[in-house]
């Protein structure tokens, strides 16, 4: 399985959340084989979902962009995993604006791990190579098997300054040797557009891409989809 993931990050108002999958399923061709799948904010989760049925999109599923650490509960302001979990598939978590912005712990991070996994929704563990294996070290090994690992290098993210393809590919080599098991699914994020796209698809050890400014124009987004042919 092939995963492109999009990230719209704090982006975007009812109407254009309409308008972006209303604009998608004109030009969306799925392929065999390739997840496609939207990270949007929480308050547009339910109707993403709705109008992803409606529209009859096939191999596309919705991600949250960030649960919490704790249950349900006493817990002001906060959308637990519980919530989530009959409209999203997939949750990206430890992204570098969360860690940076939001001053998300690698614990803090391994127990929204621990969620997710919880209730069914598949993490997408966001890391930068110099603290991937501490991050990794907060994980037991059962949870970083159930894992999707995006390598996003910061240097790259929002940039227009992507990491080099033999780069990617020597760090995801390293990557797996931290995770301990080669079926864990490394995508790489930063800079990806459909002019790229093709390069990181050709990297063995790449099983996708996750862009973020390249997610927010449907026919762009769409585009990408079909650089996995
Ligand atoms: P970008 O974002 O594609 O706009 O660089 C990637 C990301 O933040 O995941």
Not at 95 to 102: G, K, P
Not at 177 to 200: H, M, Q, R, W
């Amino acid at each position: 399985m092939k995963y492109l993931i999009g990230n719209w990050k704090s982006n975007k108002t009812f109407e254009q959340t309409y308008t972006w999958f209303d604009e998608f399923a004109k030009v969306y061709q799925p392929q065999l084989g390739v997840e496609v799948v939207i990270a949007v904010p929480f308050p547009f989760i339910q109707e993403a979902h709705k109008k992803a049925h409606e529209l009859k999109l096939l191999n596309f599923s919705i991600c949250a962009q960030d649960v919490s650490p704790y249950p349900f509960g006493a817990y002001t302001g906060a959308v637990a995993a519980g919530m989530l979990k009959s409209h999203v598939s997939y949750c990206l978590v430890g992204h570098s604006e969360r860690r940076d912005h939001f001053v998300e712990s690698h614990l803090e991070i391994a127990n929204k791990i621990t969620q997710l996994l919880e209730n069914n929704i598949k993490p997408v563990l966001c890391v930068d190579e110099p603290y991937a294996q501490t991050q990794l070290a907060a994980l037991d090994q059962n949870q970083i098997n159930q894992l999707i690992l995006a390598y996003e290098p910061l240097s790259a993210i929002g940039t227009g300054n992507p990491d080099e393809p033999e780069h990617v590919r020597e760090v995801t080599l390293r990557l797996q040797d931290f995770l301990n098991n080669k079926d864990v699914p490394i995508i790489y994020g930063g800079s990806t557009n459909p002019e790229n796209a093709k390069s990181y698809l050709a990297v063995p050890t790449i099983s996708g891409l996750l862009p973020g400014g390249s997610s927010l124009k449907p026919e762009v987004f769409a585009s990408m989809v079909n650089s996995f042919t």
